[in-house]
């Protein structure tokens, strides 16, 4: 099955956040992307929800942690 591409700013609506936070989670490679040419970016749609779902399961984690600390 072939992985969808996405733009950068299809992947800001998906993460919930702008365009500047999104290149430095790029640039950290937390999600996954190629450029295409020279100036233009496309970004994995998979990882850009993995990258959510692990954001997510972090926070339910340390709510978690929160309550069973007292």
Do not use: P
């Given at each position: ?42 970004i994995s749609e998979n990882?850009?929800?993995e990258y959510v779902a ?17």
């Open positions: 099955m072939l992985e969808r591409k996405i733009t950068v700013e299809e992947c800001c609506v998906i993460v919930g956040c702008g365009k500047s936070h999104l290149y430095a989670l790029l640039n950290a490679n937390e999600i996954e992307s190629w450029l295409v040419g020279k100036r233009k970016r496309v990882s850009a929800y692990q954001k997510k399961a972090a926070e339910i984690a340390k709510q978690r942690a929160g309550k069973d600390g007292g």
